[in-house]
């Protein structure tokens, strides 16, 4: 059967062959086994509601032992033959082009060169799904292969409920996922609901069909790491950065260290890790002895080369020799996964990693108390090295939080951390509050020439736009104008013909713009907008995104929710907001959408009512909760369009406030 047929006809009609478990992908790690006999009856009568009767028999042994084996019935019977990858948009059977637009961004999320773990669906994060199981998948592609332009597919944590009467104006699909009552939010529960089929940890990306492959968290680390070294006023040339880990996310920033011209040591335990991103060409060299170490960095130091290190060992170790030889850290940071520091996040210093992961199993408590004792000396070291006159700063990994759970030395007299996170220092007052966020496209002609057409044209359109740009965001547009030119030759395109940058409210709306007009001209075909959860309007993430809110408002998800629903009557093809996302379930609420722009005069209209309210909608709030930046640049949207009308704060006096 050719590929339209299949896509058309959905949960097969026969039971395909069983399919064999293949050791040559990447799988997820076995989830617990965390239902009662019950509740495992339950999870296997909700698996076969997507099944013919007929076939229930002979299904229902097959997913008692995946549920047991695996803990999770992921279905791998019904995962098609076919290759799953980004096709172009005209190859998708169709009545709705935005329709095809968003089959594209699905199978690219799933596409083994993309995802994480294709076959349990899961696209990054450990635990990032797509769908829950291949029933989902095939029903929501039959879906979107039969649905018209007046109706609107409605999805629920992957499962698809069906498709519902809408408008030509109305988002083609809503996406929901991880909604709980906010009682039933801990991750227990959340194990317990996604082993029963009846929600799902959407990440970020990965559940809005919005995943690019690792260029997004390259080009966002590159702009940590650039502001990082303004703030201290430093060029980076021959400057250190030192942090740790090369996983998932954690393996950009040599990369970024690079692009940023500083010099980088990254202490990663996990050897497979490190071949990973040498092979990559993501880290230049590979050291495991300290003494060699010390030795490297001061010929770097003294040639300023631009140079990115892994170091085989651990993190500790390195702060530590740094520190006895003298050797000045310029912007010291952590990328060990602390989020989840009992099973594997954060391995203690003075074990191998195969020690590590020996004691995790056989010794769990002992683990704990060796992880909790390595903070501290973790910790000691980081605090005499900023004596010295270190800028260091939490990446966003619950280093401050589970280090001051371990009770070592990290807080200040009032309580509060003594170091910022990135996003309280660096991305919320010089990127968020001005609007500037993770802007990202993708070419649904899957042409490398129109690719390379849209980065001329939004190179072209940012060059125009800094030449008046004010002063305190012009930085900004520079940084991404040097990107844009060097994005090519980085070769950091993995899966669909995609592109990501920084821009604010106007740099997006104007690159949309100009990439709308180069459609209708038919220099291009469509193109799918959409952008990071990590941004300055939707999210609310107390910890991370909104973690520079300081008028107490960082525990609300009053934004988030806003977003969604306001990018939804304005012009989005698809919408999506999830709990969880980044730092974990019940943490954090995130959204985000993709737009399908055709050169049309209605794609115009939404760009502009869309993209404008996306990135305003949070500027409007950071104001409001008095960030100077986000009072200054919502006052300039004011003065550009007269139809925005925002409250703005009046500050007070503190002398005022003083003696109450
Ligand atoms: N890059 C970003 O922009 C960003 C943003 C927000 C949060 N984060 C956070 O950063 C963390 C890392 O994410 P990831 O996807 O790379 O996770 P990951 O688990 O894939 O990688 C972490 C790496 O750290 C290594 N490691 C652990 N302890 C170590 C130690 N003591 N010394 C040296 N190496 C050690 C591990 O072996 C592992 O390879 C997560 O907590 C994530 O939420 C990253």
């Not at 880990?245 to 490190?274: D, R």
């Not at 170490?293 to 702060?319: C, F, P």
């Not at 990501?500 to 949309?512: F, M, Q, V």
């Not at 379930?585 to 049309?600: A, H, Y």
Request: charged share 25%; with cysteine; net charge neutral.
């Amino acid at each position: 059967m050719n590929f339209k047929k299949e896509v058309a006809l959905g949960i097969p009609k026969e039971l395909p062959n069983k399919k064999n478990y293949d050791p040559s992908v990447n799988h997820a790690p076995i989830r617990e086994n965390v239902l009662t006999r019950e509740e495992k009856i339950l999870a296997l009568r909700n698996a076969l509601r997507y099944f013919d009767k007929k076939f229930h028999e002979e299904l229902i042994p097959e997913f008692k032992s995946e549920l047991e084996k695996f803990g999770r019935i992921y279905m791998h019977r019904f995962r098609p033959d076919y290759k799953m990858y980004a096709r172009p948009i005209e190859d998708y059977p169709h009545n709705s082009k935005e329709a095809a637009g968003i089959m594209l961004m699905i199978q690219n999320n799933l596409d083994k060169k993309v995802a994480q773990h294709p076959h349990e669906l899961i696209t990054y994060g450990g635990n990032g799904a797509v769908f829950q199981n291949w029933a989902q998948y095939l029903l929501t592609m039959k879906y979107l292969s039969e649905m018209t332009d007046e109706q609107t597919l409605v999805m629920y944590s992957g499962h698809p409920m069906g498709l519902f009467p809408s408008s030509n104006n109305a988002p083609r699909v809503v996406v929901t996922n991880g909604m709980v009552i906010p009682n039933y939010s801990k991750k227990s529960d959340l194990e317990k609901f996604n082993a029963l089929g009846v929600s799902q940890y959407g990440q970020m990306t990965a559940g809005s069909y919005m995943y690019i492959g690792p260029q997004g968290i390259v080009h966002g680390t590159t702009i940590t790491v650039l502001n990082a070294f303004r703030k201290i006023n430093k060029n980076p040339k021959g400057k250190i950065f030192l942090t740790s880990g090369l996983g998932g996310m954690s393996g950009a920033q040599p990369k970024a260290g690079n692009i940023s011209e500083c010099i980088t040591i990254c202490a990663e335990v996990n050897i497979k890790a490190i071949k990973t991103r040498h092979s990559q060409n993501w880290v230049d060299e590979v050291i495991d002895d300290t003494e060699k170490l010390v030795e490297r960095v001061r010929t770097a130091q003294k040639n300023k080369e631009i140079v990115s290190i892994a170091y085989h060992g651990n993190i500790v170790d390195v702060w530590e020799s740094f520190y006895e030889n003298n050797i000045t850290v310029d912007i010291g940071s952590d990328q060990t996964s602390l989020h989840n520091p009992w099973s594997g996040g954060y391995y203690p210093v003075g074990y191998s990693f195969e020690e590590a992961n020996k004691l995790i199993y056989e010794n769990p408590k002992k683990f704990k108390s060796e992880v909790k004792s390595s903070l501290k000396r973790h910790v000691e070291i980081v605090n005499k090295h900023v004596k010295r006159g270190t800028y260091f700063f939490d990446y966003g990994n619950a280093f401050l939080l589970e280090a001051s759970k371990a009770e070592a030395d990290i807080l200040k007299k009032d309580g509060s951390f003594k170091y910022p996170s990135y996003v309280q220092d660096i991305m919320g007052p010089m990127c968020f509050d001005y609007g500037f966020g993770p802007f990202r496209w993708v070419c649904s002609s899957c042409k490398q020439e129109d690719l390379d057409t849209t980065d001329t044209i939004a190179c072209e359109v940012l060059e125009k736009l800094a030449l008046n740009a004010p002063e305190d965001t012009k930085q900004q547009m520079m940084d991404n104008i040097q990107w844009i030119k060097a994005a090519k030759k980085n070769e950091l395109v993995v899966g669909s013909k995609a592109r990501i940058l920084y821009a604010d409210s106007n740099g997006r709306i104007e690159i949309a713009k100009a990439f709308n007009k180069a459609i209708r001209e038919g220099k291009i075909g469509p193109i799918i907008l959409g952008r990071d959860h990590h941004d300055v309007s939707g999210t609310d993430s107390p910890y991370r995104e909104t973690s520079n809110i300081y008028d107490g408002s960082q525990f609300t998800a009053d934004m988030a929710i806003q977003n969604v629903i306001g990018d939804s009557f304005r012009g989005a093809t698809w919408v999506s907001i999830h709990n969880g996302g980044g730092v974990g379930w019940g943490e954090v609420i995130n959204g985000g959408f993709g737009m399908l722009i055709d050169g049309s005069e209605r794609s115009e209209i939404n760009i502009e009512s869309m993209l404008f309210w996306d990135v305003n909608n949070g500027i409007a709030r950071r104001n409001w909760a008095r960030n100077k930046g986000a009072i200054d640049q919502i006052s300039r949207a004011m003065q550009k369009n007269p139809k925005l009308k925002v409250t703005l704060p009046n500050l007070v006096d503190d002398k005022l406030l003083e003696n109450i």
